[in-house]
């Protein structure tokens, strides 16, 4: 090796030295600059919001513009086509509709009466199946919360295990535990003298057959929140009532719960909700039957539109149902919120 | 005095009693489910009827399989929760991300239009999405059960919350240290939010295992049919095989009764996460 291509092969050691250095500072400077450039979190969201867009908000919008009208079925024209060099895209028109205006609502406020009879049955649910959630779901946790009860986390795991089943799964268990002929309830009943139920049989035997089924399935999730909102009250609450003289009583109605309010409030609320969404339980237990005794609003959108393809009828329907839902929580909101 | 302890002593006992009660109440139709699924179809409609477990789970189950494919509906179902989990946790915890430890335009409103959302019901989407994936060509397939629901507001919301426990300190120290701003998602915020991101995998995970309505709308092929809807159609059916149908719930709650008990602090937390938090 001669000097000369040493001092040169040194020559481009350090170039390169420099040019790393200066790319180690332009990446540090780069670095810390970043949190300013206002592009990054719009990355963090755009994937978000693109399907979001696409199939939470352009789907509601839909729901809307489609109760005006009647549906005559799918169309292959297209609404829109762009052709850009090699991509092309064409946006079919979604379907063939008749403008109806406000007719959908007319007929289904007035005139439908099956739509009526599934108003009546999920209401006559919700006003049983609410308190008895509420009510039993919050013995249960005050019973679990309590000092003298041991081994709380088993009784926890075990009562909340339905909450692990799935509707269909718990519903076709149901389905054969309250068969009239062969199920194990209706044998239960006669061994100790009574007589057997028509519980899918008759109205209300099905009625009440619901009933059970959604609050074996959800008790122990209304359990679990209501357990975490107890051991949120403070002790020394308790402490300064017993202190005071307060009898158990008293200590539940003038601690436990004013303390419980907002969360025994989202208990009331998601259950509303939960029960006005009634659907695979009575899809598989009662198919809506007998005679239509306890067919939910939900199945009704449902035989409307995938039955029947009348799909801006029950559009209409569906946007009354959110009507109805979003009423009940705001007036439960209004009504158990702070004073 | 004495009658102080006496009262006490009444409650724990009635406390007890109460517990058991319950406890009995829930275990009943598991363990119907149980014995039906073990018994000869020929037993099924003996009167008394059977009390304790059989041994024909097998022969039940073979039957099962000649009639549905379960097997399918079982792969079916796994691939759909599945990669419907790890999307829905990558687009929740990466938006999260943004919303807790950004500042950004429209930040805010934006933030709130996404929870005013958690209050629509599914059902009223169900008839647009299905025109949708009509005019697209999509039903009968995995995606158009995959991608509706993977941008989840709960979800969102829950990262949001919880990503706000990181501290900016954290992040400024790997900045300084020459990390890219992705690196501070997936090498920061991922690792440090794992107990959340079980939390919600299990929420999801249970939610499209369980889901019913839509899938029965988008799948029509049976060879697409998940869990529930393999389920369902055995209901439908002209004749009803309890034996059948009680093999099939027995597997299809199996899993997920595992992964309850195994993960159950997670599961717990999540719902919580989803409710009281303000």
């Known amino acids: 090796m001669t000097p000369d291509t040493i001092s040169s092969k040194i020559r481009t050691m350090s170039a390169v030295r420099q040019a790393s250095d200066q790319l180690r500072f332009l990446r540090q400077n780069l670095s810390q600059r970043l949190p300013n450039i206002p592009g990054i979190p719009y990355i963090y969201i755009s994937p978000f919001f693109i399907l979001f867009g696409a199939f939470l908000l352009f789907p509601t919008v839909y729901t809307l513009y489609l109760s005006f009208f009647e549906y005559l079925g799918v169309s292959n024209d297209i609404l829109l086509s762009v052709t850009m060099g090699p991509i092309e895209v064409a946006i079919p028109q979604m379907a063939n509709l008749e403008f109806v205006g406000l007719s959908n609502y007319e007929r289904l406020l007035f005139r439908d009466s099956l739509f009526h009879r599934s108003l009546f049955n999920t209401s006559f649910i919700f006003f ?212 | 005095m004495r009658s102080q302890e006496r009262k006490e002593a009444l409650w724990k006992f009635g406390g007890y009693v109460f517990l058991l009660t319950l406890v009995a109440l829930v275990m009943i139709p598991l363990y119907w489910m149980l014995v039906a699924a073990t018994i000869p179809q020929s037993e099924f409609f ?73 209050v629509l019901p599914i059902q009223l989407l169900i008839i647009p999405l299905f025109l949708l994936m009509v005019q697209i060509g999509w039903t009968n397939s995995y995606l158009a059960v995959i991608l509706p629901w993977a941008a989840n507001p709960l979800g969102i919301f829950l990262m949001r919350q919880n990503m706000k426990a990181i501290p900016d300190s954290l992040l400024e120290s790997a900045r300084m240290d020459g990390a890219t701003e992705f690196q501070l998602y997936y090498k920061i915020a991922l690792p440090t939010m794992l107990p959340s991101l079980a939390a919600l995998s299990i929420i999801l995970f249970l939610n499209q295992w369980q889901a019913f309505l839509y899938p029965l709308v988008i799948l029509q092929d049976p060879q697409m049919y998940t869990i529930p809807l393999a389920l369902a159609e055995l209901v439908g059916a002209q004749r009803v095989y309890f034996d059948q149908i009680m093999v099939a719930t027995s597997l299809a709650v199996t899993p997920i009764f595992i992964v309850f008990l195994t993960m159950q602090q997670y599961f717990i937390k999540g719902i919580l996460s989803g409710s009281v938090k303000q």
């Open chain 1, 128 to 339: 049983i199946q609410v308190p008895l959630m509420v009510g039993v779901g919050l013995a249960t946790a005050l019973v679990l919360d309590a000092k003298f009860i041991r081994a709380k986390g088993l009784f926890r795991t075990l009562i909340a295990l339905p909450v692990a089943t799935g509707l269909v799964a718990y519903s076709t268990i149901f389905l054969l535990l309250f068969n009239d002929q062969v199920g194990l309830i209706n044998y239960i009943l006669t061994q100790v003298g009574v007589e057997p139920v028509a519980w899918l049989g008759s109205a209300w035997g099905a009625r009440f057959t619901l009933v059970i089924a959604v609050t074996w399935r959800w008790l122990g999730y209304n359990m679990i929140i209501l357990l975490a909102g107890l051991q949120t009250v403070p002790q020394q609450l308790y402490e300064a009532a017993e202190i005071d003289g307060a009898s158990r009583w008293q200590k539940f109605r003038y601690v436990t719960l004013p303390q419980l309010r907002p969360v025994l409030l989202f208990v009331v609320v998601a259950s509303t909700i939960g029960t006005f969404q009634l659907f695979s339980e009575p899809f598989v237990i009662t198919g809506g039957g007998p005679s239509n005794a306890t067919i939910t609003i939900v199945q009704y959108i449902y035989q409307r539109a995938f039955e029947s393809f009348d799909l801006g009828y029950a559009s209409a329907a569906s946007v009354i149902l959110v009507a109805i839902v979003s009423v009940l929580s705001i007036v439960q909101i209004q009504y158990g919120g702070d004073e």
């Open chain 2, 46 to 118: 003996a009167w008394p009827p059977r009390l304790l477990p059989g041994t024909e789970f097998l022969s039940n189950f073979r039957a099962l399989q000649e009639n549905v494919d379960f097997v399918r509906s079982m792969g079916n179902s796994i691939i759909i929760s599945v990669s419907y989990t790890i999307l829905s946790l990558i687009l929740c915890s990466m938006a999260g991300f943004a919303f807790a430890k950004y500042e950004f335009r429209f930040k805010e409103p934006l933030f709130y239009f996404i929870l005013a959302t958690l």
